[in-house]
């Protein structure tokens, strides 16, 4: 009984909505966390308007209107810029007082549910994919596109695709040649695409040849809404996995959501697809979100619904579920303190009070981690705005214990829309003594960073 009663307590996840008490009126729309005035606490945005975080004691107002949003820092000033793919956007962000819209050329009409920053040519300025989706009365399928940014020269639109209807967009250097590639979501039982870079920023689709298009036998694609790259068996390479909403139609099943592991250098860096591995159906799911939300040292995953209640009245809730190890994984919703959230396209996570404990935003709610805290540590990068981007979006990080390896990467989009924190954040179980960093930049320059203290944020800068 003392054992079941520890365990118990282990697995708790123990959320707390703090959005009444921080006088929050946050609107049930993707969020962004990002640390937009440089004072170490990440802020928050969600339905246009930035959220300024007052040191973990509350959020107030910054600026609205703004749209939803990917953030990086597009110019080195060190100050991270927004990306508005709803509104087909950019601002320059003023010192992280104010955000002014910055021109950029003619853009190809489009609808976009989601968009990634990435300096996809290794020349230490980021740049944007773009995903466009659809008009379904109109069957329209807008284009996704790639910006360039040409630093002083401007923005350049360099390739443009409408054959599929993107919905979420996030990008990865999966197999480690220096590269970041992009994962795209696509919806209407057509196939995902992994767009595999040349080094250059020049791109082809690769999701066949990798086996990444997350479907099933007797279907070309699933209903992709949101994907996420997580290592999650930590061996050192990043996984993805794919969410798909799945309908019952009169070919059977349709693809569920699927875990893609990473087999690395040795497999050719292609993905075995794994099955739910415990993420058991409903058939809205949308956007995934991993973090490790209990510091063991598994990314853990969060997963929203589309509908409250889907076909045949059947309730649909999103669910949270604990990275068990060796891809196994099972639902802690109940007593969670995030059971019964309404559907969302919301789902983010960032350390908001820098207690090392992650919060999670979702369904119109910020929600505090109250569980206590078993050992971590955060990395927080600095590219030096010439070979590296500035927010070192694509740097990845991996500390290596007795008997796995713990990876994180910098990423500027998530599931559908979404994006965590550009400060990474470990958990690391009972571990006590001293870790390394092994840090790869953007075009694959490598890092050792040794003998750091454990509960603790560090700043670590490209040299």
Not at 138 to 158: A, C, D, F, H
């Amino acid at each position: 009984m003392v054992l079941a009663v520890a365990l118990l307590l282990i697995q708790s996840p123990g959320f707390r909505d703090v959005s009444a008490e921080f006088k929050m009126a946050l609107a049930n729309d993707v969020a962004c966390w990002i640390d937009v005035d440089r004072d170490g606490w990440t802020d928050l945005i969600a339905g246009g308007v930035v959220w300024h975080n007052e040191k973990g004691q509350g959020f107030t107002k910054l600026a609205e209107g703004l749209g939803q949003v990917v953030a990086a820092d597009m110019d080195n000033d060190g100050y991270p810029d927004l990306f508005s793919y709803s509104q087909q956007k950019l601002y320059h962000n003023e010192a992280g007082k104010k955000f002014a819209e910055v021109p950029l050329p003619k853009l190809p009409p489009t609808v976009s549910l989601g968009a990634c920053w990435g300096d996809f040519d290794n020349d230490g300025l980021v740049d944007l994919y773009v995903g466009g989706y659809e008009d379904w009365e109109k069957q329209i399928t807008y284009p996704s596109y790639i910006l360039m940014n040409r630093g002083g020269k401007g923005w350049e639109v360099t390739w443009t695709d409408a054959t599929y209807r993107s919905r979420g967009v996030t990008a990865c250097d999966f197999n480690c040649d220096g590269a970041l590639d992009v994962y795209v979501s696509n919806y209407r039982l057509q196939p995902n695409e992994l767009w595999l870079n040349d080094l250059h920023g020049k791109f082809r689709n690769a999701a066949p040849e990798f086996n990444a298009v997350a479907t099933s036998p007797g279907f070309d694609g699933g209903h992709s809404i949101g994907a996420a790259w997580v290592d999650f068996d930590n061996d050192g390479e990043f996984d993805l996995f794919a969410g798909n909403f799945a309908h019952v139609d009169d070919r059977g099943d349709q693809p569920k959501s699927r875990f893609l592991r990473n087999l690395g250098r040795k497999g050719g860096y292609k993905f075995d697809d794994k099955g739910t591995c415990g993420v058991w159906y409903q058939e809205s799911y949308a956007s995934p979100v991993a973090g490790d939300y209990d510091n063991d040292g598994n990314l853990d995953l969060y997963f929203t619904t589309v509908y409250g209640t889907a076909s045949f009245g059947k309730p649909n809730f999103p669910v949270l579920y604990h990275n068990d190890g060796s891809f196994k994984f099972s639902d802690v919703t109940a007593g969670s303190g995030v059971e019964k959230q309404p559907p969302t396209f919301q789902a983010a996570f960032a350390d908001f009070r820098n207690d090392g404990r992650l919060a999670l935003c979702t369904g119109g709610h910020l929600f505090a981690n109250e569980r206590p805290a078993h050992n971590w540590i955060e990395v927080s990068l600095e590219g030096d705005g010439l070979s590296v981007n500035r927010s070192a979006i694509g740097a990845q990080v991996r500390i290596k214990l007795k008997d796995k390896t713990l990876s994180r990467q910098v990423e500027a989009g998530t599931g559908q829309g979404n994006q965590n924190d550009l400060r990474l954040h470990f958990g690391l179980g009972d571990l006590r003594g001293k870790v390394d960093l092994d840090i790869t930049w953007p075009g694959g320059k490598r890092q050792m960073v040794r003998g750091l203290k454990t509960n603790q944020i560090v700043s670590v800068k490209y040299r």
